[in-house]
């Protein structure tokens, strides 16, 4: 969201991504501040047509930790 406020020189705000995708808002805020949330494959397919970047400017895989 920063990149994208960023390049188009405004604020872009949970409430807009919501109206412009149909995701809802308090999903939004899980996929941005929940570690680990469990975003579906549609969600994500969402977000990168919003956004217009590839999968992996929004997702990263981290390793299970092996102790």
Same mark, same amino acid.
Request: aromatic residues 8%; proline residues 3%.
């Given at each position: 969201? =920063?990149?994208?406020? !960023?390049?188009?020189?405004?604020? +872009?705000? !949970?409430?807009?991504?919501?109206?412009?995708?149909?995701?809802?808002?308090?999903? &939004?805020?899980?996929?941005?501040?929940?570690?680990?949330?469990? =975003?579906?494959? %549609? @969600? @994500?397919?969402? &977000?990168?047509?919003? !956004?217009? +970047? #590839?999968? %992996?400017? &929004? +997702?990263?895989? @981290? #390793?299970?930790?092996?102790?």
């Amino acid at each position: 969201m =920063a990149d994208k406020g !960023f390049n188009e020189g405004r604020k +872009v705000t !949970f409430d807009e991504v919501s109206r412009e995708t149909g995701i809802h808002r308090t999903t &939004l805020t899980k996929v941005a501040n929940q570690k680990g949330y469990n =975003a579906s494959t %549609e @969600i @994500i397919d969402k &977000l990168c047509n919003y !956004f217009r +970047v #590839p999968v %992996e400017k &929004l +997702v990263e895989h @981290i #390793p299970d930790r092996t102790d």
